[in-house]
């Protein structure tokens, strides 16, 4: 479990990479970490329920959260008319 909270912790800080990136960085931000189909949160999100209830109830808000955190981190910066590019 220390690993996926020092994992979560690591993506916590890539969160302030966001507001600075360019478009073509926060594009590879999106996918590197939100993408569907192999982005690092999303693997994340697809073991918690393969942990034991205990540590499942413990840590899942957690991706949960940080997703969100992603998301609407993500989205600001999609919608800013200063963008670099």
């Known amino acids: 479990m220390s690993d996926l909270l020092a994992a979560l912790d690591s993506l916590r800080e890539r969160l302030d990479e966001v507001p600075q990136a360019g478009e073509r960085q926060l594009q590879e931000l999106k996918t590197e970490l939100l993408g569907r189909k192999a982005g690092v949160l999303t693997e994340i999100l697809k073991a918690l329920p393969g942990l ?3 540590e499942r109830k413990r840590v899942g ?13 993500v989205d600001a910066r999609e919608s800013d008319p200063h963008r670099r590019g």
């Open 52 to 54: 034991p209830p205990e």
């Open 61 to 73: 808000g957690i991706p949960h959260a940080l997703k969100r955190e992603l998301e609407e981190a």
